[in-house]
Each structure stands twice: as C-alpha cells, then as structure tokens.
C-alpha cells in the first residue's frame, strides 16, 4: 500500500514508520507543522510538537530511507483544537484537546489530504490495534495496558478507522524503544511527550486568563454562602481541591471540592467530597468506531480518563444520547470529557459527556 507515516519526532512513530517500510509499504513521512510560530509552544522533551520534534522527525526518516515533508496544520489545528480549548472551558466544561486533535487533525485533516493524493492510509504511533470483521474493521485496546491509547482513538468513525494503521499495538513500549535502538534511531530514548503542548508553561489556568481575561467572581457553598473569590470561573474544573481561593474553612477542617461551575454568573460551587458521586452519565456527538448499536441496553464498561479504569456499566443509544449507567459510583466527573464504551477490548464508541446524575 501507499501510505503516509505521521512522525512527531518521538519514538513511537519513527518505530511505526520503519515497520511499515519493512513490511513492503510505500511510505512518505509527514511532521505536523502546528503553529505559525513554534516559540510559542512548548520546547524541549516533554512536547510533541516543537523545533526539536520536527529535527528528530526528518532525522528518523533519513535513517528509515523515506521522503520526509513537514505539512503546515497551523490553521486548522487552531480552529479545531485551540478555540475549542478556550469556547469549551468558558462554557464551564472540561475538553480534551488531545482527542480534538486526534479527531480534528491528525486523522480527519491528514486522512482527507492524503486520500486526495491518492495514499491508502495513515500510520500513527499510537498504541492500539485493528481487526478486520465482516462488518469492517474495529478498534481494540493495545496489549500494553500501561501505553494503550484506544481511549484518544475513540474520536475516530468507521471511515477513519479503515484508513488508519497501528503498527505498535501489538508491542510493549519497552520492546519498542530496544527495537529504535537496534534500528540505529536517536530518538530510542527520548521521554514520551506530556502536557498540552501549546500552553507552553504548562499552566492552563494561566494561559486561558492572559487570553480570556480574568473577572472576579464568588466561590459560594452548597447553600449559596460566600466562602471566597476566585479570578474566572473557567480555569476551575470539576472535582478540583486545591488552588480555590477559600477564605472561610469547613467548622471540622475538611476539604472542599469544586462541584459545580456557573459560567454565566461566573460563579464556582464547592462542597464535600461525597457530592461528587456520580452514577449515570450522558454523552453528545456520539461517534462509533463499529457497528452501530442495537436497540435497548446492553453490558460493557465505560472509561472516561485517558489513564483512568474501565468501570462496569449498562449502556444505551437513545436516539440522541449515548447513556451509561455505573454499576459503582465515580467521583468527580467533569462534563466536556470523553466516555469511551468499551465490550472486552474492543472499542464500541464515544461521547462527549454533556450531563451526569447522583
């Protein structure tokens, strides 16, 4: 097949690249040029889209023996993922910019690019794997538990899922960096990248002040009392403890926790752990990386962290909705995050958390 290696400079990606040489493919690489300005993203190791990204990229390449080009994504990866940053937090919820840019770039915008040059698909890093059934090809959680990343890839729809290729998903990350080494890659060693990679101080709170603006606001209690004042209500999130500006403490010394934020009155509402619980949830834009689902409930697990445990559930499509019913409590769930449904390994699908329930 003719296909283009996403290669961020890690890694992850120069190993996936290689592999498919070595499997007879047609490869090109292609480094995602995110910023018009990359000073103002993160430098150094712990990014994933920096100067240095870019080098180590092309110097894989070279090593793999494959043309390299560096795609310039600035525009689209500030309208689909950056706004979407900010719009989404000053709506008082909590995004994922990492599934957007999955969903929104490296998937949609590239795979779009290069089915218009005539590529048959995508290689990524990532670690998950692919199946091919009779009703298409699903989406599976890598063997590496630790590395999986199935949860980011539960953005992707049917079509995209065909035309993407996980080389790794079948490898532990320790393997991987002794296969770069014996490969003769640089990037062997190289930490894994962290963080959002365009809030280069790695302070979100701080970043979405300078661009937002910061107006006062009151931090009140479940009975509406106020126990502080805080700088903007979209720097908070749900479930927070530290970092609230409370001026009066519980009578017993507990801590609070961020329960609720107002947008509109620009106002956080704090309480007791407990009232974190959540036992059902409904997610918007649902997406499904398979068949679609039947009618009625069904048994699966749902996650709803990148790194968190998949929690038993009983799960639906009600026609708008996808719902999800815990079969255990989860505390502090912040709408604006991915519910991933899973059944075994295999992906079902995703939504963006709009509504939960005690």
Known sequence: MKLIAAMSGGVDSAVAAARAVEEGHDVIGVHLA???????????????????????????ADVIGIPFYIWDMADEFHAGVVE??????????????CLRCNEKIKFAAVLDRAKAMGFDGVITGHYARTRDTEAGKTLHRAVDPLKDQSYVLAVLNR???????????????VDIRLEAERRGLAVAQKPDSHD?????????AG????????????????????IGTHKGAYTYTIGQRKGLGITIPT???????????????NTVVVGAREELAVTSMKGERAIWCGPNIAPGDHRGYVQVRAHGAALACTYRFDGTHLVADLDQPL????????????????????????????
């Open 34 to 60: 995110l910023s018009s300005n990359p000073q103002k993203y993160r430098s150094g190791a712990r990014g994933c889209c920096t100067i240095e990204d870019s080098h180590d990229a092309r110097r894989a």
């Open 84 to 97: 979407n940053f900010m719009s989404e937090y000053k709506a008082g919820r909590t995004p994922n910019p």
């Open 159 to 173: 079509e995209q899922i065909s035309g993407a290729l996980f080389p790794l998903g079948d490898t532990e990350k």
């Open 196 to 204: 959002i990679c365009f809030v280069p101080s790695g302070d979100n």
């Open 207 to 226: 970043w979405l002040r300078e661009r937002m603006g910061s107006e006062d606001g009151p931090i009140v209690d479940q009975d509406g009392k106020q």
């Open 251 to 265: 009578s017993d010394g507990s801590p609070r926790f961020v329960l609720k934020i107002e947008p509109v009155s």
């Open 331 to 358: 505390l502090g769930l912040a709408t604006g995050q991915a519910m991933v449904i899973y059944e075994g390994d295999r992906v079902v699908g995703s939504a963006t958390i709009c509504e939960t329930a005690a």
